[in-house]
């Protein structure tokens, strides 16, 4: 049986489920400079994205009972994977349970910059009935959808387009064959970018210069509308900003930014920018199969 700490939150049935299966579960989260030490009293640590496992922690707890750090979610960037792997800590996460509540995210964002439902909303409350400002929508069906990361989220979103009558192109660098349809098609980053309509990004936070970059967004089709929900650091917000500004891109729908909580109120407060603080996971549905799924990883783990 286990000690397991669960920092960040958990679904309650999912803890109710711990117990059930007779392992103690405490529910409290650390500030960073008591973490490590904490952590030496426990066997498990479900974390989300709040807490950091930092080598300090991992070094912070060598000689206590810790041998797994689960990430109910999916971006592991806030665990320092490697280090605790060396010191014989197994990291699991969840990677399946949000995808498609991450999907049907950046499907709203999509229409929310196709019909202005974030300033429409905005002005309204604010008495106004700005008809002809935002009378000139456009409809999803029929473009052309490009998708950067083409993994478990990236083809959620795909079908989901794909359904309503959206092409689907994708750019990936790992490509499976038999995804390939009449409406789906892999093809290089420049076509992606030359042909799209709307384009959204799915691939795990990218180390160096950010994928949707001034040069990178240059090479995209005028009013392309951009969505982002997978890290901040792959957008370079300056250049999204200045995009917005002359008109290249239409709109932005992000869910992730470059510093979080989102900092740059020029972006967020712009007309055509429909954001959100980082829900993408933040389901019912969602959280029920994280916490389902953390259960299988404690209950399977060492057997
Ligand atoms: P995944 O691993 O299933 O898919 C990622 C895909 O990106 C893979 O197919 C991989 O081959 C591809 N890829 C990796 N590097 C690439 C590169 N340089 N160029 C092109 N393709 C590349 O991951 P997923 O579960 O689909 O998650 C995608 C992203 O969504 C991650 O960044 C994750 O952190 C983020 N996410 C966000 C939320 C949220 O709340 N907004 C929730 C869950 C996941």
Redesign the pocket.
């Known amino acids: 049986m286990m000690r397991i700490l669960v920092t960040d939150g958990m679904e309650k049935s999912a803890m109710a489920k711990l117990v059930e299966l007779g392992h103690e579960v405490v529910e409290q989260f650390y500030p960073s400079e008591e973490l490590g030490e904490a952590l030496k009293g426990f066997d498990a640590v479900v974390v989300r994205?709040a807490t950091k496992v930092r080598k300090e922690h991992i070094d912070a707890c060598q000689g206590g009972a810790l041998k797994l750090v689960i990430r109910g979610?999916?971006?592991v960037?806030n665990i320092d994977v490697a280090y605790a792997e060396e010191k014989g800590i197994s990291v699991r996460n969840t990677?399946?349970a949000?995808?498609d509540?991450?999907a049907e995210?950046a499907l709203g964002h999509m229409f929310a910059c196709a019909r202005f439902l974030s300033i429409a909303g905005h002005t309204m409350r604010e008495g106004k009935w700005e008809k002809k400002a935002y009378g000139k929508g456009i409809e999803l069906g029929g473009k052309i959808l490009g998708v950067?990361?083409?993994?478990?989220?990236?083809?959620?979103l795909g079908a989901k387009a794909q359904a309503m009558g959206m092409k689907v192109k994708a750019?990936?660098?790992?490509k499976?064959e038999s995804l390939q349809s009449e409406t789906m098609q892999y093809v290089e980053?420049d076509e992606l970018l030359s042909t799209c309509d709307f384009i959204s990004?799915?691939?795990?936070?990218?180390d160096g210069k950010p994928?949707i970059c001034a040069e990178n967004i240059a090479k995209m089709k005028d009013g392309v509308v951009l969505v982002n929900?997978?890290?901040g650091n792959?957008v370079d917000e300056a250049a999204l900003l200045d995009a917005l500004n002359s008109g290249k891109i239409r709109g932005a729908g992000l869910?992730?930014f470059q510093v979080e909580p989102a900092t740059n109120t020029e972006l967020l407060n712009h007309p055509n920018v429909s954001c959100t603080p980082?829900?993408?996971?933040?389901t019912q549905e969602?959280q029920t199969r994280i916490g389902a799924e953390i259960v299988d990883i404690i209950e399977g783990f060492g057997k």
């Open positions: 994205s979610g999916v971006g960037d990677p399946r949000s995808s509540s991450v995210l950067i990361g083409y993994g478990r989220i990236g083809q959620s750019y990936d660098i790992f499976v980053m990004v799915h691939t795990p936070a990218i994928l929900t997978s890290r792959n869910d992730v980082h829900i993408g996971a933040a969602a």
